[in-house]
């Protein structure tokens, strides 16, 4: 089964510095990949996701850009960072085949001070 | 297009008493459903999930759910709460070939009561 490799775990970065949040996959090949984000309290809002290497479908206008630049890795990324980029960031995969779950990572903790 | 709605933001039971969590959805496609939970500063859990063949989905943790096309719901439910079960559930639909999105719910937070 599929493991997912989020790191950092937490960070705390000032308004207008660069962000660069990295996520990797073990235990698959060609996994769909998706970038959500978590608001305190809210629901999940899906910023990217990616089905193959350097496809990339946008979900939501903003300051972030995602990339993939191997089968497996998954890149999160913001030249300046806003105060509302704060906020519980989740990748997760899943493979081809109808009905496959998604698969989470244990989520980075994002404070824009 | 597809959603999800879940009824109650916030549940509350007492230890020992039947959880209810209620999802419903809407999908042009046969849908496939998932439950996941969440625990604090954690990612999503998937507890179960349907895809096709029996509309009664049995789970982790003692979880379960139907599927009932005729009210296009999925709630979740389990016999007995237990203190382990506080969390935040989340309700999920996608359809079709994986590549879709999932659309997913905004979310129960459980509380149980000792």
């Known amino acids: 089964s599929q493991t997912i490799h989020q790191w950092p775990a937490t960070l705390v970065q000032p308004v207008g510095s660069p962000l660069s949040l990295e996520c990797t996959v073990e235990?698959?090949?060609?996994?769909?990949l998706y970038w959500y984000r978590q608001a305190a309290g809210r629901g999940l809002q899906l910023l990217f996701y990616s089905v193959g290497i350097g496809q990339i479908s946008s979900e939501v206008p903003q300051n972030l850009s995602a990339s993939r630049p191997q089968d497996r890795q998954f890149i999160l990324s913001s030249k300046k960072l806003l105060l509302s980029d704060s906020g519980f960031y989740l990748c997760?995969?899943?493979?081809f085949g109808k009905g496959s779950p998604l698969h989470f990572g244990n989520g980075t903790r994002l404070t824009v001070t | 297009a597809q959603s999800v709605t879940q009824l109650g933001s916030h549940v509350s039971v007492s230890e020992g008493a039947l959880v209810l969590l209620r999802c419903n959805y809407s999908s042009s496609v046969p849908p496939y459903l998932f439950w996941y939970v969440q625990y604090p500063n954690q990612g999503l859990q998937l507890l179960l999930k349907?895809?096709?063949?029996?509309?009664l989905v049995k789970g982790i943790n003692g979880f379960e759910a139907e599927f009932k096309k005729s009210e296009t719901s999925f709630h979740l439910t389990k016999p007995s709460a237990h203190m382990s079960d506080a969390a935040e559930y989340f309700c999920a639909v996608t359809g079709g070939y994986t590549g879709n999105q999932f659309y997913f719910g905004t979310g129960t937070s459980l509380t149980v009561i000792p």
């Open positions: 235990g698959t090949s060609n996994p769909n």
């Open positions: 349907y895809t096709t063949g029996a509309t």
């Open positions: 997760a995969c899943t493979d």
